[in-house]
């Protein structure tokens, strides 16, 4: 089959979040299944690039956002089998960071009407649009409502949307819709693409798209649940039949004790005991948190993580003080909220040989924590995925989670009154709340502590789950399959 996808952000290129992660790995995985597959991603130019060479120009063409012509450069690059398309243009995509900006409506606005010209340059006439998150949520409506009428080249393509984080609704004013998409009115007030007054083109995705999947089961649930929805309930629900949850599968070549090159010693499942004795204390070394001898089996917990509300930093700032009496240290690798990031530092600076802090983004970093790390915690108020627990189990480290979303169906909390210790692998609460977080990490430590026994056997459980992408790329197959039958 042939599927295009179109996402603003990509591994190895380009990479905020989980969004960049599964859409590379799902589709190396889709390729090995003998599908064609192509990603389109804008060519930002903000110095933080990974390419082996320089992406080859193939073509130049202009679009049209209403009156003011734009140009686009189109260029390609081919890394392990995966074929980029990647959209320039300077005034757009040549800035410090990703996101955040001003007219972000507007850029990703070009780079949808772009992406959707770049595919007919190429002549890559896809099976499937399979399109990811609010910056091209107007996709299918664009093609719709404007491309098909003049070329039939889009006619048997089918669109699949996948939410990773809804959040972010991708709002914008009445009037975009015509001064960036050439699109009419109508659709505003007939309340297809209207959300809250203005033009949601997440909304608008959902609408359109033959398909819609979320990035698991439990996460689909809660999107048709009116207090769990971010809003969509009522839409989605009219999609019910076409909205599916694919729990997301993880990188098994990029995250592996075996063979990572980032960590100090490798480990596989049965020589993990003292492989992460060591990694853990080469981290604190580099942590600069240097334990004295009788405390060095102190349990390390560690966050790999976006700095915000939706990761649950406000009960993690409350449950640290508890965290650093009970002996444990604290590592924490992460950017965002100005906020968090100057609670965090107080709290480090009043306990300076517990705690660690790395604000900002470092790869080597993430690897050695997870690796070396005991516990990692995630409790986050709503995860429609979460891939820091995937990984931390991969490396025998034992996440905290809440039960909430993509975390409930990849974690199974150690409960020590039922003694489930044959199926855990991990621990976890179900409350919002200091008193769930504390519940969770109490249990975690006592075990710790006090049951070396559980703790191995789930560490055991945890190390040998199978996390590939074989399973879920093949539940895509199957939606893009449904999608083609629409
Ligand atoms: C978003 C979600 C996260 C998910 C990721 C990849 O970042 O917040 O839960 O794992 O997308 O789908």
Not at 403 to 432: C, H, M, R
Not at 455 to 462: C, G
Request: aromatic share 14%; glycine share 6%.
């Amino acid at each position: 089959m042939k599927i295009a996808m179109l996402t603003s952000e990509c591994n190895p290129l380009y990479k905020v979040g989980g969004l960049a992660d599964v859409v590379y790995s799902l589709s190396k995985k889709l390729i090995e299944l003998g599908d064609n597959v192509v990603i389109v991603v804008p060519y930002y130019k903000n110095g933080s690039t990974h390419f082996d060479y320089e992406p080859k120009k193939i073509c130049e063409y202009n679009i049209f956002m209403s009156w003011r012509k734009q140009y686009v450069g189109l260029y390609e690059y081919k890394t392990n089998g995966v074929t980029f398309y990647l959209i320039d243009n300077e005034f757009y995509f040549k800035r410090d960071t990703y996101y955040g900006w001003g007219d972000d409506a507007e850029r990703y606005a070009f780079f949808s009407m772009a992406a959707v010209e770049a595919l007919m340059a190429v002549k890559f006439r896809p099976d499937v649009l399979h399109i990811h998150d609010w910056q091209v949520g107007m996709v299918p409506c664009y093609i719709k409502e404007r491309i098909d009428s003049r070329t039939d080249f889009y006619h048997k393509t089918k669109t699949v949307l996948t939410i990773h984080n809804p959040a972010f609704k991708g709002m914008m004013d009445k009037y975009c819709l015509n001064n960036y998409y050439g699109l009419n009115d109508r659709l505003f007030d007939n309340g297809i693409v209207r959300f809250d007054g203005q033009v949601s083109t997440l909304k608008s995705a959902i609408a359109y798209s033959n398909i819609i999947t979320t990035v698991s089961p439990t996460y689909r649930d809660e999107l048709l649940n009116y207090s769990t929805s971010q809003g969509f309930k009522y839409c989605l629900e009219l999609r019910k039949d076409d909205f599916y949850g694919i729990v997301n599968g993880l990188d098994i070549e990029e995250f592996d004790p075996k063979t990572d090159p980032f960590i100090h010693r490798q480990f596989n499942p049965r020589s993990y005991i003292l492989g992460k004795k060591q990694c853990k204390a080469d981290v604190l070394a580099s942590l600069g948190l240097s334990p004295k001898e009788k405390d060095k089996n102190n349990p390390l917990v560690s966050m790999v993580t976006r700095l915000y509300e939706q990761k649950g930093m406000d009960l993690v700032v409350q449950i640290i003080p508890e965290l650093v009496q009970r002996n444990c240290f604290i590592a924490i690798l992460g950017s965002g909220d100005p906020y968090i990031q100057q609670r965090l530092e107080k709290l480090r600076d009043k306990y300076p040989n517990n705690i660690a802090l790395y604000l900002g983004f470092n790869n080597q970093l993430a690897h050695k924590l997870y690796a070396g790390s005991d516990l990692f915690l995630m409790p986050s108020l709503f995860e429609p995925c979460g891939i820091g627990q995937m990984i931390a189990q991969r490396y025998g480290t034992l996440p905290i989670v809440r039960e909430t979303g993509g975390l409930k169906d990849t974690v199974v909390g150690y409960n020590p009154i039922s003694n489930n210790v044959k199926k855990a692998n991990g621990f976890s609460f179900i409350d919002y709340d200091l008193n769930g977080l504390r519940y969770a990490c109490n249990v975690a430590l006592d075990t710790y502590f006090n049951n070396v026994e559980a703790f191995r056997t789930i560490i055991h459980n945890a190390i040998n789950l199978d996390r590939g992408w074989e399973n879920s790329a093949k539940k895509y197959q199957e939606i893009y399959r449904k999608a083609l039958l629409k």
